[in-house]
Nanobody, 126 residues
Framework: EVQLQASGGGLVQAGGSLRLSCVAS????????IAWFRQAPGKEREGVSW????????YFDDSVKGRFAISSNDAKNTVYLQMNNLKLEDTAVYYC???????????????????WGKGTLVTVSS
């Protein structure tokens, strides 16, 4: 059984930082893409970042580029999303998701993912 456990959310002031963790079981990071999505109240779920091939490749949405970093620890089967210089508009429930890495270009949309974890809430205050 595949499980993805996201944690690390919380309340932070604008300009602050948080690190989210996604612990995967039942899959390995070597052959899966792990992605972070977020969903703000009243909005659709959107892709934030993904990492693949044990960290050799990654992607960031323009809205977080330069502020967020993604990394993985194969030994712990865990992916981290370091979020710096947080803005009010980063407030959302953050989800980690996984898909098998077929090795071809893909679009980071929710329907592209095979597995989902429960979200963790990030609230950025002014």
């Amino acid at each position: 059984e595949v499980q993805l456990q996201a944690s690390g959310g919380g309340l932070v002031q604008a300009g602050g930082s948080l690190r989210l963790s996604c612990v995967a079981s039942g899959i390995t990071l070597v052959d899966h893409v792990i992605a972070w999505f977020r969903q703000a109240p009243g909005k659709e779920r959107e892709g934030v970042s993904w990492i693949a091939r044990s960290g050799d490749t990654n992607y960031f949405d323009d809205s977080v580029k330069g502020r967020f970093a993604i990394s993985s620890n194969d030994a712990k089967n865990t992916v981290y999303l370091q979020m710096n210089n947080l803005k009010l508009e980063d407030t959302a429930v953050y989800y980690c998701a996984a898909r098998y890495d077929w090795g071809y270009t893909w679009t980071m949309i929710p329907s592209a993912m095979d597995y989902w974890g429960k979200g963790t809430l990030v609230t950025v205050s002014s």
